[in-house]
């Protein structure tokens, strides 16, 4: 009984592969939005102004930078939870691939949500004669707290394997 039991919590693991693969697919619909906004971008480009561009720029670095974590959380996901993926020999293979363990794949997430939220607050200040004073304040707050988090996630993390 206990055996049957392990076997099919073991095996289980695999319900995680559709779920990374639908990562995959998440990744594709950030491409087209990628590629949506360049293509608005680019032939307005000499009528845009070079706060209006600098904006446009940084959300295609939002959205690469998102795109990035979508891929180092589905490989390393799918390495660390579900199977190591045989790659052949000669075909590429990422460097990282399979050396994000649990605990290094939370830090480099929290510290691409901290990456992103700069980028989300850089282009909120770039803008700020629209932005009301109080939610100004709770973007900071908000921004403030993901850092934080990230520190003391980098801290426990050191704590732990010492």
Aim: glycine share 4%; hydrophobic share 50%.
């Amino acid at each position: 009984m206990e055996k049957s039991l392990e076997k099919i919590m073991y095996a289980s693991r695999w319900i995680m592969a559709p779920i990374y693969f639908g990562l995959s697919l998440a990744l594709l619909a950030l491409a087209i939005k990628f590629f949506q906004e360049l293509f608005h971008v680019l032939p307005a480009v000499f009528a845009t102004s070079e706060t209006e561009l600098i904006l446009k720029v940084l959300t295609l670095i939002d959205l690469s930078l998102v795109g990035s974590l979508l891929v180092m959380v589905m490989f390393s996901g799918y390495e660390n939870f579900v199977s190591q993926m045989n790659l052949c020999e000669s075909s590429e293979k990422l460097e990282w691939l399979g050396t994000h363990d649990y605990g290094s794949l939370k830090l480099k997430v929290a510290s691409s949500v901290v990456a992103i939220s700069s980028i989300q607050l850089l282009k909120i200040f770039m803008d700020i004669q629209t932005t009301d004073n109080s939610k100004l304040l709770w973007y900071v707050l908000i921004h403030l707290t993901l850092v934080i988090s990230a520190l003391l996630m980098g801290y426990l993390e050191k704590l732990s394997k010492h």
